[in-house]
């Protein structure tokens, strides 16, 4: 019972701070809602052509790492020394 008095009290003053910090500002919703502004640079950095083909190059590469990690997982030789002997 003590622990959690002395709890709630350290709780309480961690919570007072000396500092009077200000609520920040609130944005109308309008500035909230609008499209971003986009650099000059970036249509041709997400232009359909170039992010496409280099998701499909990222795709390719991911299936080729899911084929290599199909085989089994404990070669043949060492399965056969896991089992008893009959």
């Known amino acids: 019972m003590r622990h959690a008095l002395i709890l709630t009290c350290v709780a309480a003053l961690a919570a007072c701070t000396g500092e009077a910090d200000t609520y920040p500002s609130l944005l109308p919703t309008d500035r909230i809602l ?8 970036a249509p041709h950095a997400a232009s359909s052509v170039a992010v496409d083909a280099e998701a499909q190059a990222r795709a390719d590469a991911l299936r080729q790492r899911a084929d290599a990690l199909r085989g089994p997982v404990i070669e043949p030789d060492a399965l056969s020394r896991m089992r ?3």
């Open 34 to 41: 609008a499209e971003p502004a986009l650099p000059d640079h």
């Open 84 to 86: 008893p002997r009959e």
